[in-house]
Structures are given as C-alpha cells and as structure tokens.
C-alpha cells in the first residue's frame, strides 16, 4: 500500500497542481464542511486515485474501528494502560461513557458544574479574595496545563468579560517576575494547573507565587485553586479540596483544555461561552464518528499529511492562521502533534522504519509573510502550508482590515500552487527596461516554482464554537495519524530523559556545587556559566 502511494507520488510529481482545475468539480470534490467549518484540500497534489489509496490505507489501519474503541473507553493509552476520553469532557449531551465498567458522565459533568459555580463566583464577586475583588487571574502551569488554555483565553479575547488572565509557565524566574510586577497580589487568583502536581517548573512557580501572594495577603493559600489529577499533593501544597478541580488520568495533558484545565478560559469568557467551545469539540467528535472517511475532516487532514510527510517526504509543515488571535496556535499544535506522534517506535515497541511526526511551526498570517514566506515560495524544500481564515472578523469597523486579511490568506495559497515562470519573470523585467544578461539574472530571482501545496480551512468568525470544532479536528487529526503509522499517541516517553538528567545536575549549579560525576562535556559548560557569575 505504501508502495502504491510512493509509485503515485513519483508519477505525480511531474504534474502541476493546478492543471487538476481542469476539472471543474474539483473545488467542490476536495473539500469538505462540517458544521461551522469548510476545509479545502483541492491545492495539493492528490487526485482521486490518490485519495482512494490514502482511504483504503486507513481502512486497512481499521480507523473507524479504532476510532470506536477510543470514544468507547478502551485502553488504547497501551503504554501507560489508560483509556484516551477527553471527548468525555465535551459530551455534554451525550450517553454514558465507561471506563473499567463505570459511566465516568456523571463525574465529568460534575466538575463542569463546580467549575462553573466557582467562576460565577468570582466573576461576580462573590469570591472576593482579600482586595475585595478578583481582577486578574495567574495560570501557573506548562505544557498542556498552560498552552492550550494560554491560546484560548487570546483567541476569544472579544468574548472576555471576566478577570484578566495570565500565563506564567517557564521555571526562568523571569516568566514569573513579568507576569506578576503589575498585579496586586489581594486582587488576584492563582490556579495552581498540574495533572501530576509534581512537574518541577509548575511547584517552583507556584512556591514563588504563595511567597509573593504571602507579602500581602494574610490567608495566601485562600486565594489559590489547584487543577490536578493528585488529590494527596494538592491538599499538601494547602489548598483545600472546595477548590480543587480534578480530572482523571484518562485525559492526557495536552488534550486537557476541555475540563478543569480550562479552568481559566472560563474565568475569562464565562461559563457560557465555555460550554460553546465544548459543544463545538462535541460537534466535530460527532461529525469523526459519522462522516465517511472520504467526507470526514479530521480524517482527510491526516491523510494529507501523511501524504505530504511520509509519502512526499516534505519534513515539516506550517500552520498558519490568518487570525492574530490565534497567534499561539502554532506553539498549542507543536505540543499536540509533536509530543504526540513525535516517536521512533510503534505502539508494540517496534522501531519504526518510515518517517513519523513531521516538524510542526507557524505564525499568523500577514507577519509571516514579511518574515519566513521567503523561504516557503522560493526555498529548496517544499513546506505544505495550512492556512486558516474567517469570512468575517469580530471588528465591525475594521471590517476593511479583515478583507485585506481574507485576500492575503488566498492569495499566498494561489501564489504557491501557481508560481511564475521564467518567460513570464522575463517579460516583467523587459517591462521594466533590463536587457541581455541583467534581464537574465534579475529574471531569475523573480521565479517561483510554484506547485506547493497548501490546505485552506475557513469559518465564518472565530467564536468559541469555532475554537471548539478546530481544536478537536487537530486533535483527531492526530489519532488518525498516529493511527496510521502504528503508534501511541498518548504517552510521551521522550520528555523524561531530559527532566531525569536536570534533577541530577541541579545540584551541580548550585554554588560549589560538584561537577565531577558529570559528563565532561556538561561539566565544562557548568563551570563555565559559574565563573561567569563569580562562583567559580
Ligand atoms: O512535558 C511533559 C508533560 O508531561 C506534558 O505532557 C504535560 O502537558 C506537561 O508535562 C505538564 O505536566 P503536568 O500537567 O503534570 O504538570
């Protein structure tokens, strides 16, 4: 089968994308919409053969069936013997959900409601904290416990009534002396967010909190709220269990905004808005149980990146929103794609011997495209680029903006499937009055190959329904990716040789701290930065 895809791929490369558009029915064949969301992938190279072998591809990975495992509560989580039920956070009107036996839906709905409670409370004021009124709120954790929540509360800025909410996430003390120089400690809440509740920078970063809240505030631990699957370290950090939002070890970290994580995008947009976001999750887990696998959006996004990495063999893939709201989109899919099918082992232990989860970055459009497009329209390697856009943005009277932002977006995907010949540079510069060798080379850095492919996803507005439905077809995405190649995509083995590592060297940074178990190479470095601070 794969054997089949690279035979396409040979032959196919020689064809010009857009000469596809032969075909009128093209643009309405290779897309796909699904409630709020129209996805278009008539810009790659896959025709209809292709696409037949990429589907016949998943249906030999029993996608579906899979798929059916993971809503119904199975332990797909191989490696770490866990269920994988984060779509259990946004069913909110949907049947019971087991895992070993028990309807984990009353639970989960539970929570919800505590969490809404707690917001109501002190968006209201009735929580008031020392200063009489809850006015900013501090998000302390990393990873899933920070970026997805981080990217929300910025991408439904205009739906935030409530306190102002912050990130603090690195150990570097600078993250945390920023994000709390303006805020006064009385008026302010600090969600302690940690699956585990033992990740280093997240209980550095919270000690350091407690401390500054304590230089103002009689009762500091009053004015803290732990979001955690570890109940015994919440109540000995303090914070009593009226204020600790739990979730169970069937949510992974980075698929975790759905529930308490998400704890302060409902602070922030309200409980509401909140439900909005899950029912939009909701919608597109329903639309991935549903659809065909030919009209399924988080499936045909896989197989087009599994064309474009494993088949085509393009290294990497640029996501880029036209929406400077979701300016830490990127940065929430690094983790999600890449902590997730970022592996060189099967699900079963085996090395794998095909490339696995390609380099994932981006930035919003326009900025990057006075920064990196460059490199995307004229560089060596090809980077398949997924663009995404709304009909409409939130500012009435900028709605001008908004059209300039629209016609950006399509522009740079035709730019990159059309290119500009030689002939055609050539003509451009004897416009310009350059003649013999001068036209020559100033013709030839005016031409683009062209032929690259992108996806285009647009929406009308991005509302928290809209969040909702992106953020669970990326998430699909990656189960069927993942599926696909044979891996687990909810462990995360790779992150703990490094975090292992830091725990022994630091004490070797410490002043006098000794070097001499340490590798040569670390502990010259280590010196190094110590007689830079005059330790050495
Ligand atoms: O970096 C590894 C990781 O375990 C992520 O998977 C996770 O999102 C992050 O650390 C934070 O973990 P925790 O929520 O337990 O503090």
């Not at 993971?70 to 779509?87: C, Q």
């Not at 015994?232 to 980075?254: C, L, N, Y």
């Not at 996803?457 to 696909?484: D, S």
């Amino acid at each position: 089968m794969w054997d089949d895809l690279s035979g396409q791929y040979a032959t196919s490369r020689a064809r010009k994308i857009a000469d596809l558009f032969d075909d009128t029915a093209r643009g309405a064949e290779f897309a796909i919409s699904a409630d709020e969301l129209f996805f278009d992938y008539s810009k790659t190279n896959i025709d209809r053969a292709t696409r037949d072998s990429l589907i016949a591809l998943a249906h030999k990975q029993n996608i579906a069936e899979r798929r059916d495992q993971m809503f119904a509560g199975e332990k797909i989580n191989t490696t770490e013997g866990r269920a994988v039920l984060h779509t259990a956070l946004r069913n909110l009107d949907g049947g019971a959900v087991h895992v070993d036996g028990a309807d984990v839906m009353p639970g989960v709905l539970d929570v919800l409601d505590k969490m809404s409670d707690f917001a109501d409370a002190v968006r209201s004021g009735r929580f008031a904290g020392a200063g009489g009124k809850i006015t900013d709120v501090v998000n302390i954790g990393i990873g899933g416990s920070d970026l997805g929540p981080a990217m929300a509360v910025l991408a439904l800025a205009p739906y935030a009534d409530g306190p102002k909410c912050h990130f603090i996430s690195n150990v570097d003390g600078a993250d945390l002396a920023d994000t709390l120089a303006p805020l006064d400690p009385k008026t302010t809440l600090v969600l302690v967010a940690s699956k585990t509740f033992t990740t280093l920078e997240t209980m550095m970063n919270a000690q350091s909190a407690l401390d500054w809240m304590a230089k103002e505030v009689a009762d500091p631990a009053a004015q803290f709220a732990a979001i955690s699957t570890a109940m015994k370290e919440t109540a000995d950090f303090g914070i009593p269990a009226e204020r600790v939002f739990g979730f169970e070890d069937w949510v992974g970290g980075r698929y975790s905004m759905w529930g308490p994580i998400g704890l302060s995008i409902m602070l922030a947009v309200g409980p509401e808005n909140f439900r909005d976001f899950l029912r939009g999750g909701q919608a597109m887990d329903r639309h991935f149980c549903t659809a065909d696998l030919s009209q399924n959006m988080p499936v045909m996004l896989a197989l087009v990146g599994i064309w474009h990495h494993q088949v085509c063999g393009y290294g990497t893939r640029a996501v880029l929103p036209y929406e400077q709201r979701l300016l830490r989109l990127p940065a929430y899919l690094q983790q999600l794609e890449m902590e997730s099918n970022g592996k060189s082992v099967s699900a079963k232990g085996e090395e794998l011997d095909q490339p696995v989860g390609p380099i994932v970055w981006g930035e919003p459009g326009t900025n990057g495209q006075h920064a990196f497009y460059q490199l995307i329209h004229q560089g060596k390697q090809v980077v398949p680029c997924e663009f995404m856009v709304g009909a409409e943005g939130h500012e009435a009277e900028l709605a001008h903006h908004h059209r300039a932002l629209l016609a950006n977006c399509l522009a740079q995907s035709e730019a990159l499937m059309l290119g500009r010949d030689l002939d055609r540079a050539r003509i451009m510069m004897a416009e310009k009055g350059l003649t013999g060798a001068e036209l020559e080379a100033n013709a030839m850095q005016r031409v683009f190959s062209g032929n690259r492919p992108s996806t285009t996803l647009i929406y009308k507005k991005l509302t928290p329904f809209v969040l909702g439905q992106i953020i669970a077809l990326y998430e699909h995405r990656v189960f069927v990716e993942g599926t696909i190649l044979g891996i687990n995509p909810y462990d995360q083995w790779g992150v703990e040789l490094g975090k292992e590592l830091a725990q022994k060297l630091a004490p070797a940074v410490e002043e006098g701290g000794d070097t001499t178990d340490l590798h040569a190479a670390t502990a010259r470095l280590v010196e190094v930065a110590k007689s830079m601070r005059g330790d050495g």
